[in-house]
Each structure stands twice: as C-alpha cells, then as structure tokens.
C-alpha cells in the first residue's frame, strides 16, 4: 500500500555474532607502546647485540628498555615427574634480528633424554593493558574511556609462530615449558637452548632440570577443583564459524584441552538468555531452548546443551560438573520462545512470584528428566551468583520442589542458612568457611572453594598482574583449607584479544587467561604452576612421614592467607614457598 | 560474582501484548466535544421535547446540536429478497431520557410479516475524529501531535446496548438494518419503531419496506472479490486473551462474522515477522515458524498459521483465497529462530541476493508441500505490496523456482510486466486495466481489484468521510470494471477504538471498518450497501432484457469514475443512482 512510514531498521541479539571485523589467529603487529623508554642511541651503546641472557619468570620484560636484571647463561629448574616447570630467557638487539627461530637440544641425563614434544618454547607478545582503580583497590567498574587510564604494553600472550622477526632495540622474552613426563627417570637433565636467525650468530644458554623422585600424577585425576568459566560464544565470534558448527568445535579444541590440562573440572552451561546481562564482550545465550505453545503447553529442547556437554565431557575429558546459570540473573528477565508470535519473549518475575515459579518449576522437571536420561543429573549443578539470601531461599525451593535431588552451586559470600543447600559453594576471596562446616562438607563430598575476581587488588591475574599473584592464588586454596579455585572468565575475550586487554569494564586482563590462537599466557603458566604447588602440598600431607618436615610444610603453606598481604611480599614469598615445597 | 554491572531491563516484542491498560467491552462513556454547539438555552427554547423523527443515513448528526434536517415521522425503503436495507432515525431531548430502548414492530404486508431477527436496532455512538492533511489531499503521513489537528467528536459506531441514558441537550440517532430473507415476498411491509424510556413518552415512527421482486443470494456466492485486512493481533490485544487461544477465537468469530457476511473472500495470513514494519497500534507477527538448526539445516512450523487459517475457512466461510504477506516488507529484515542462540534473528537481505533466495527458496518448497497437503494450496497467494519492479521480479523468480504452481497477488500501480504473473492484482485508485487485458484475466480467473487507503481524499472511509463514500466505492468497482475492492484494514483497531479513531499515522478511521464488541459502523454499513449495489449491477447486467433499460443501467454505472470528481457530488449521486438501481 502507498503509506509513508518511518523504515525502522532492527536486527535483535546479533550483537557481537555479526561482527565483520576479522582478527587474527597465526601472524598479528602488536600496537605501539606510548611509554618512555630507552632511547636508540642507549640501545646502540651496547657493546655487545644481540645478547641473549636467563631471566625471570617473575617479571614482564619491558619491549623498548634494555633487560634491567637478568641471570646469565645457565639455569636450574626443579620439578616433579609429571609436574610442568617454566623457565623465561631474555633476548634483546639494537638490530633487527629477522627470522629468529627457538630451538633446545635434548635435556640429557646420562643414557636418559626427555623427549621433545615435553618441551614448548614460545616468543612472549605484548598486549595493551591498564591499572588498577585509581584508589589501588581492585579493579571492577566501568571504564568506557580508555583514555582515562594509564595505558601501556606487557608481556603475557606466548605466541605460537615458529619464526619472527625481532625489532631493532627491542626485547624478545622467550618462554621455556618442560612438562616433565611421568615416566621420566629422578636426575638432572642439561640441554642447551638456542635462538638462531637469518642475520645472526646463533645464541645459547644452559638449561638444566632436575627431575624429583616424587611423581605428580595427571591433571585429570587432580584433587584440586579448578573453575574457570568458559565462554563458547567468543570462540565462535572471534574465528567467525557458525556457532555450534563442526569448525567452532575445532576451534574450541585446543583451548579446552589446554583448560583440562590445567585440571578443569566444571563444564560451563547456560540456561537462559544472558545470565550475565551480556557483561562481556561475547554474550552468553541459552543452551537449551524453552517454547511456550499456543495451547499453553511448554516444550524442551536441548539439542545445543546436550552438543556442548558431549563435546567438553566426552571429547576434553572435562567430566565432572556440569554447572547451569543461571536462576537468578542481574535482570530478572526470562527468555522463552513464544509460539503465538513466533518471537523471543520474557518473564519478568522475582524469586517467591508465581509467575518465576511457573516458568522454572515446568523446565526444571524436564531437564532433571533429561539429564537422568543422558546419565548427567548427578554431575549437573543449577548455578547461582551471589544474590540477596532470600532471593536465594526462593530459587532453591523451586529447584528441590521440582527435584529434591538438584545440586546446587553458588558463588558468593558465606550464608550459613544456605551453606547444607550447597553442593558446590565458592566463597568471595577472604571469606572462609568455619572449620567444622568445611570437614563436614568434606565427608559429604561436597566442593568448598574460593573466587577471586575484579575486587581483588592483589592477588590477581590483571595482564599488568606480578606473575607470581597468579601462582599465589593455588598456594592460596591450600592455606585457606578450600578444594579450590575459581575465576569468572577464561576465555571472555575482548574484542581484540592478541593486541588489547582493556575492557569496557574492570582492569584490563580480568576477562580472560588466553589468548586466541590458541596461545597461553604468562599469567595461565603460573597459575597452572599454583595448581601443581597445591596438589603437591596435598600429597606431602598424606604422604611425608617426618613430623619436621609436615610443620615444616605446613608453616609454609599457612604464610599465603590474606592477612596484612603486601604486594611486595608476594613474588619473594611464593619463590621462598616452592623451594622449600621442591625440598621436602 | 560481584561485579558491578548496569542492569539493563529489556523485554522484546511484547510491545502491544503487554498493554496493561483494558478497555470497554460493553458500556462505555464517550470522549468529551469540545467544538461550539448548541447551548443549554438553545434546547431548552424548543416547544417539544424529547422528540423523534426519521434521519437521513447520509448525515452523521452532531452530539449536541440540534439537528437541523430531518424527514418527518415516516420514511420508506427499497431493497431487494437477500438485501441489507438501513434507515436512521434521530432523537434528540433538552432533558436527560433515562434507560431508553428501542424496538420495532412486525414488518407486516397482508398476512406476510419479516421475522423480527431480520432487524437489527442500534444506537449510534461517537467517536473522536481529526481531519484530512492541510493541504486537503488525502491524509496519509505522521501525526505524532494529536492537538495539530482539528479533533471533533462524530456518529459513526453502532452500539449493542440494548438501554441507554440519553443525555440532556443531546441527540442520540438510531440505527435501523434489515436483513430481508432471501424467501420473503415481494411487497410493502410496514411498521413501527418506538423510542421507550422510564421518564418519557413513547415516541414512534413509521417505517415502510418495499422488498422488491429480485433476489440478492447469500454473501458468500458474491462475485465481488472484497478483500478487508484482517488484524487478529488487534483482537487478542484489545480483548486482553492469549494470541490464538480460544477466547481468542471466540472474541474473533463476530467480528470475522460480519466481514463474512459483506462478502469477504480472502484471508490474511502472514509469513514474516512484521510484514508492516510494526506500523499498526498491533503489529502483525510471522504465523509460521522457521527454525534454523545447529547442523545449518531449517524447519518449518505451521501450527500457528494452521489454526488461523482453518478458523477462517472451515468456521467463518471465508474461504475462497489465502493471502501471505510478505516476502518484500518495507524493512527488509526477515526473522528466523535461531538454535545456536536460542534467539529471533533476522537476515538482512534483498531481493535479488543470494542471502534473499536462501531464506525463501527452502520455506517456500516446504510450504508448497504444506498447502498440499492441506488441501489449500490452489487458493493461496504470496502476497506483496508496491514495491520497485526490479524487486518485484527478483520476488516472483524465486516463487517460481520453488514451485511453478504458487499464486502471486500484489497491491500497487500497474506494471505490464509483473502482470501475467499476477493472479490477484489489485490496482491503486485511479489505476485502470487495459481493457483486453481485464478481458484476458478475467477469462483465466484472474482477480483484478482495486483498493483506496489514506491517499484519497475521497472517496473514502475515514470516521469523518460522508458516509455515502463508502457506499460510492461499490459503485466505481462495476464502473471501472474491476472484480472487487481491496482496504487495508478491518481490524487494525488504534488503542481506544471505540472512543478515539485518531491514530499516530494517517487520518482518523484508516486503521478499521468496525469497532470492538462486536460493532459495526456507519461506514461499515454504508459499504456493504455499495458492494451489494455493485453485485446488483452485475446480476442486472446479466439478466436485463431491455435494451433502454441496459443503457440507463450503464450511464448510471459509468458515472463513478474518479474523473472530475467533488465531494458535493458524491452523495447526490449515490442516492440517485441507487433509486434507478432499485428502479430497474
């Protein structure tokens, strides 16, 4: 008909799934450091370059300034059969060094040699990252102004690229990880690492491991309850493959196994539309699809549920739980699929309203029916954020009246009067359970963990984070009596992940450990190497005899509470704790 | 976790559905006039009161003024077996009239008498109305503004209380419709409509039908091709009933009754989300369901469309087409769900594009299948409005690829090309087949209409138009030889229907014919007058012997073509076309 109307143009929920900016996987330019640093001409001072010298895994070399500290030509590792050690090397030019290239020879003990594939070396990359609040607490809120925060460049991504070329006055950290086989005989193992390249003489440093006679076994079997939310929706943005296709589950291979390798043990689920309100970059969706019919019936479908699951249970071996959010999100809107108008539509209903129970009572019954089918309901948690305890109280009756049988996890703060609900209970960093509450919840083998988050100041895994608060954090679960940890986002990314860590909101590096690529980080290395300290420390407990050695362990492990913590202390501190742990 | 986050509240689609707001089913009070009228003093000088007497149905008698033409205490219609005749008669009191009713006695003539359910008695309510644009062309555009406008209140809904409290200093007209039986016998039938009340004396007056010796048949066998919009969204809305339940089908029935009974033959259906783009007070939702699934495979779901469309055949009788709008909406988004995401999203594509022939070319084989198997699909048609022709072709290809049997109609200017393509092409007022290709259509049983909407300044049905338009536009049907007539909207109530007409677009009354309730209107009434004149011409056409009396026919018809047309014209010429009419 002729009418004139106004051509409204709407596009719902695309949000970040039609983004057409492409980013790269294999070769990318980081952006450019603002930062003062040291000039050409001090670079060109040097007497020798290139040099290549050990450095620290403590520190985040700087790109543009000459290695203020580093530890010469040889270094000792220690570890445990079937522990993942990490060494950083330090090479630095005032020329280009183009097509550099890393290479260790094998790590030799007498007739014994580890084999190569226990061995990856990686460049380190930089990313854009800021700071803490601009009080030094913590660093959550919004930050939709990049420009108000001090930006600057740091070392965390490792790269995967075999060959690069090193800019002229530039730094190239270089990342060294054994993961020292099982099966691998105690001694001291030497091998010599070296950087070669097209326009240089080959450099070398003396790398030596002294593998233990004590044996860490595989991630898998680990005591230690690693949380790391997952975001599926960002891999399949960021590699532009159809959501849910065969291409985004090969995408998400390698960075779950990398998670299962740390000791993951929670699939992450969703059961409603953005649970989170789409605070990250990459909204989370639901999982399972609920649709009201016009004869008033609802129906269920878990097609997308039962493909996640299946793939991170069955294929990554990330089998234990399967944790569902959310009941009670930020916005108290519930998605359905509306049959009469063939359109998404919303509950909005509070926790105690029958309109919340009409819509939750009816699902959960079919999921628990479903989950019992598929053999899941036990693993299978309904996921809670901290919320208001009443609100809680409510959700969790409509959850035991549609199943008494339903676990229950939240994250949070310590409720006593929700504390037996709760299968799996994380508590905010700081908050402890009581004593008898914990040993409780251990023989009901109940999962009693801790969080950090945005809040935290230190200890953190901020991309401008010391890397040994992310080791601190396992030491951590160990002295404060939990069975482990948990972060909110691992792989959140932001929309630019390899160059720019900064988000919309809170400090930059908070919304994700690794990178696309898949490419791991300084900050997962040491938090990976936490959680081997914990586990380590878990079986020293069961296992040391001599009662010296259990107090001396045990007054090691009790420094890492929160009390009267320094950022200062914390690096001496964790380094002083894994010697004496590689002692005993 | 405790993040802080902003809640963003956001509900999609509800849009209309969630009105809170209900609105008179039953009684109800008028909007208040605020244009000069008559003053209490005025109506209190007149000798009589209260006082009736026979109207004129071409008159929509101000509220509060005294009516300045009537037509004496009797009156006398002419209508043939099977026609609608309507008289109006008008009461008017300087004193409230408490519980006033209507009633008429047996139409008698000798010994026959008309059964008392072939009269229908109503009393006229108001409506606030506006105007035609500025300019005095037509009144299509924006009216975001209603005091832009010149507001008044005027007679149009016919009500179905049975009593009403008359106000003093007022004027209430009456509305008098007989549906003459098909099997009634020629002759003059008479009498009385009497006025009662609990504080005033009866008043009557006489009534003479002269039923003719010609047979109108049943509405359904028409060969007038109407085609009135249907907006069932509206109705579930405005009645506050779940979208296709069955109190929403059962608000429905009357109101899709009365459209049966003007002859209807086309069902409106729709296949896209928001068709319109939402330019309606209640806009149209998909009727059909296209999911697209993880594995990029789609299914379709007709459940909704099924229920519609079967309502309206196999229930109301209006079954003759089904139109399917549209696969070229002004906003060229179309909607699917989304499994991966468990959302509504839409492809942004144009006719033409690879992107456009992928979303319709698998929904359109399917539902070819569909209609098959219903049994429905000879009388379907994808539907389109006016659009560029290049579009259009794109359009109509994709239709053919799909399946070379698929009907096409379309609403717009002519365009000799799209033509052959075109099984029911309804033509913009104004617009005229080429004779032989009327010709050829018509032999292949191709419809060829015509509509109006908020371009004609008139003829048209506006709540403020003469009511003798409407009746005009049967009458250009047969002079401009086309099959039938097309409007945009039956139903398409605005948010008060029954007490404002004015809408946020086009001038007051383009959105619907009737009113909630089920009521019907002047302008409703005063249309199936013409469609019936129009079906009358035909028959007569058919079955007039004389010579003289064919010609006088056909001056009589080819006097309503848009040429040279004025307003004053218009209702002379409608009553002294129909008094030949009736003549022959």
Request: net charge neutral; charged share 25%.
């Amino acid at each position: 008909m002729k009418k004139t109307v106004a051509i409204i143009f709407f596009s719902l929920f695309t949000g970040s799934l039609s983004a057409q900016k492409t980013y790269p996987l294999y070769e990318y330019t980081e952006l450019t450091d603002t930062k003062p640093h040291h000039s050409d001409t001090i670079w060109r001072k040097q007497v020798k370059s290139p040099r290549l010298a050990w450095g620290s895994t403590d520190i985040r070399y700087p790109q543009q300034n000459i290695p203020a500290e580093t530890f010469g030509t040889k270094t000792r590792l220690k570890g445990w059969k079937g522990e993942r050690v990490n060494a950083q090397a330090v090479l630095w030019s005032a020329e280009e060094l183009q097509e550099s290239t890393l290479s260790l020879s094998p790590l030799v003990c007498g007739k014994d040699t580890l084999p190569t594939d226990a061995v990856s070396l990686h460049f380190v990359r930089y990313v854009m990252t800021d700071e803490l609040n601009k009080d030094g607490k913590g660093g959550c809120g919004h930050r939709p102004d990049k420009t108000e925060w001090d930006s600057s460049l740091v070392a965390d991504p490792l790269d995967i690229v075999k060959a690069r070329d090193v800019r002229a006055c530039s730094v190239q950290p270089v990342w060294v990880n054994v993961w020292i086989p099982s099966t691998a005989k105690a001694g001291k193992y030497k091998g010599t690492l070296t950087v070669a390249g097209k326009n240089f003489a080959p450099l070398q440093l003396a790398l030596e491991i002294e593998v233990l006679n004590r044996t860490l076994p595989a991630p898998r079997t680990w005591r230690f309850h690693l949380d790391l939310w997952q975001n599926p929706y960002a891999v399949a943005r960021y590699y532009q493959v159809p959501l849910w296709s065969d291409e985004h589950f090969e995408a998400m291979r390698p960075i779950m196994q990398k998670l299962a390798d740390a000791g993951q043990k929670v699939v992450t689920a969703t059961i409603m539309h953005r649970p989170w309100d789409g605070q990250t970059q990459d909204p989370f969706y639901s999982m399972v699809n609920k649709t009201k019919r016009i004869d008033g019936s609802w129906s269920y479908d878990y097609t997308v549920f039962d493909k996640w699951v299946g793939f991170m249970t069955e294929e990554i071996g990330i089998d234990r739980q399967i944790n569902c959010y959310t009941m009670i999100p930020w916005s108290l809107q519930f998605d359905y699929y509306d049959e009469a108008t063939q359109t998404v539509q919303f509950v909005s209903a509070k926790p105690g309203e029958q309109a919340y129970e009409q819509y939750w009572s009816g699902f959960l019954s079919d999921f628990a029916r479903h989950l019992k089918e598929k053999g899941w309901f036990e693993k299978t948690t309904i996921s809670m954020d901290e919320r208001d305890a009443d609100a809680m109280q409510e959700a969790l009756k409509v959850i035991q009246k549609a199943d008494a049988g339903f676990k229950v996890s939240l994250a949070g703060n310590y409720h006593e009067e929700l504390e037996p609900d709760l299968y799996d209970y994380c508590l905010a960093f700081g908050h402890n359970f009581p004593r008898p509450v914990k040993e409780r919840r251990m023989q009901a083998g109940k999962k009693s963990t801790v969080y950090t988050c945005c809040t935290e100041a230190m200890p953190n895994v901020f991309t401008f984070s010391p890397p040994a608060e992310a080791n601190w954090l396992g030491w951590h679960v160990a002295a404060g009596g939990y069975d482990g940890y948990l972060r909110w986002a691992y792989n959140s990314w932001t929309e630019d992940p390899l160059r720019d860590s900064r988000f919309r909101s809170w400090a930059a590096g908070d919304c994700y450990l690794v990178y696309p690529g898949m490419r791991s980080s300084i900050r997962m290395e040491r938090l990976i190497e936490g959680i081997q300290d914990c586990e380590k420390i878990w079986i020293l407990q069961q296992t040391l005899t001599g009662r010296k050695q259990q107090e001396k362990l045990q007054q090691t492990v009790e420094m890492f509470t929160p009390e009267g913590l320094t950022r200062e202390e914390i690096t001496p501190m964790v380094n002083r704790a894994r010697e004496i742990l590689n002692s005993l």
